[in-house]
Every structure is written in C-alpha cells, then in structure tokens.
C-alpha cells in the first residue's frame, strides 16, 4: 500500500464582496443580527459577466494547486469534483474540468456530499492512490451559492450565510507511510435529509406529469430554495463535529492535545468555537476564515486549508485534522501528517 499525500493546494474567490450593509439593503437583516449568530462579516458573490462559474472557479483553484505540485497538468490521472451547485443538472463539472483544463482523457466523478463533500472527495482519491491505481489525483471543491439563495426577508435566514469560491488539493503517491493522510472517516444520516435541504429543482418538481397537474414552480414555490432547520442543524453539528474528530484521533492514536491545526468546515463560527473549546484547542491551533467569505460547502475547507497553510499555519510535520458536517445528514473527518 502508498500512502497519499496533499502536494500543492489552490483557492479562488470572485471579486466581488457582499457585506452584510449591503444585504441589509434587499432584506431586513442588520450587521450585527449576521454576525452574533453566524460570525460572518462580508461573503463573495459571483457577479453577472464576470466568467464566473463552479466549474470555471474550480479551475482556477485548480491551476494554482498543480503549478504548486511542481508537476505538469497531464500528469493528473482522476478528477473528483465535489459541489452542491453544478453548472447543470448533468452532466457534473468534473469532466468540464477535464475540457478546461485540457487534461487527456482522464476519468472524472463527481461528489455530491455538500458541507462534507470535500473530505469525501479526498478520501475518495486517497483511496485510489493507496491502491495504486493513480499517482496524482486532483481533488476540487466549489460552489456557487448566490446564484439560488433567496435574496428576500423571507430566505434571510440561509442567504446571509453562504457564498461562493474554490478549492483544489493536487494528492501525489508516496512511500513514505509516516506522512500524508493517516485515515479519513465518513457517516450519514439521511432520516434528516429535509432538515436542511433544497428540494426542488428535480424531477419530480420541474416534469409536467401526463395525468396530473403540472408540477412545474409558480411565484410561491419555495423548493426552489434552500431550507435550513437552524437550531436542528446546529444541535446536530456539535455532536457529530466532535464525534468524527475523536474517531480519527483514536484510529492513530493521539489526542486532542496532538493537534496543531483543525480546519473546520465553515458552517458557523459558533460551531466551531463549540468544537474549539470541547476540546481545549487555542485559537493557533484552529483556523476560521468565515468571517470573509461566508459558508461556502464543499469549497469551505480548501480554501480554509490553503489560506492556513499560505499563512505559514501549516508546517512539515504537523497533524492536521479536517472535519465536516452538512446536509444529508453526512459528516466526515481526515487526519493528516504534513
């Protein structure tokens, strides 16, 4: 068995910043309603014409990612692209990855695991390194939310939080087993599947039905946009945040104290904080950027884990732990060795 380790990492945000005045403008929301419930000051939005998209974003993420592999582009073998807003329906944005990037013929899948997309999509790659079957996997995470919130009083809620952006991780085969990632561990639990959840477009929603009634939106059809049960979700998230983190230390035996970086996904600074002090971790040893750029899923811990390891947070030999959990229900950690 090769171990896998995280080569070059990358991230892209649009310019466009969208603070929480500027929502305040569409909706009634203030400033300081955002950030005693969220911890969010300003999120980035795509902006009409500005090329923007999760695909064309990931990308960008990407090229960054493989420039600092130190290897070419042809040498990537699999794409796993993972995202809760793809520029279709089908097909998914792995293979327009693929196209974009001008990459051969190389395999492309697609995860669909929203806030703990990411970690699947690593552990997914991990796996075809660990066998060897590839030698460099290129794992992407990108989402472009402000496209589908519901930018009124009634959708505040859940369009306050999100934003969009990119993240990309280039994993490389190694011989070393001592470094790279120790494990990866994922759950779900889909009988909360609607507690946070957008339940149309799908077919069920958008296909006129022969016999019945159209089932196709009308003004009132709110299916169309995210439904997020907050306290549910929330109550959830801490139990199953410090679960999944507890499993991957016990699996390579240490303790929280082993830590030197935890990078949460980016649901909600109270979240985190929560984890942060259930296991007596200093504010060094854990890293938030959700004040910046809001919740962005499946791209919240690339982005997160490039901008801590730019910063110089991340260094040779760390333990770093990345933990996730969203709507499904599904959850996920991985523990890794820099």
Sequence with gaps: ???????GL???VPENVVTNDDLSKVMDTNDEWIQERTGIKERRHIKKGDGNSTASMGVKAAKIA?????????????????TLSPDYYFPGCGVQVQDLLGLPTVPALDVRNQCSGFVYALSIADQYIKTGMY??????????HSGGLDMTTRGRSVSVIFGDGAGAAVLSRSNDDTKGILSTHMHSEGQHAKELAMIGPSTEYWVPQIIEESTTATD????????????????????????VIM???????????DIDMLIPHQANLRISQFVQKKFGLSN??????IQKYGNTTAASIPIALTEAWEAGKIKEGDTVVLAAFGSGFTWASAVIKW
Excluded: C, W
Excluded at 1 to 7: A, E, G, P
Excluded at 66 to 82: N, P, Q
Excluded at 222 to 228: A, D, L, R, V
């Design 135 to 144: 030698k460099h996997v290129l794992v992407i995470g990108s989402e472009n």
């Design 10 to 12: 990358g991230m892209y």
């Design 66 to 82: 493989i420039e600092r592999a130190k290897i070419d582009k042809d040498a990537i073998e699999l794409i796993v692209f993972a």
């Design 220 to 243: 009132e059809d709110i299916t169309y946009y995210p439904y997020m049960n907050g306290q549910f979700v929330f109550k959830n998230a801490v139990v199953r945040f410090s679960e």
């Design 247 to 257: 499993e991957g230390l016990e699996k390579n035996k240490l303790m929280p104290t």
């Design 284 to 289: 060094d040893q854990v890293f938030n950027n």
């Design 1 to 7: 068995m090769y171990s896998s380790k995280i080569t």
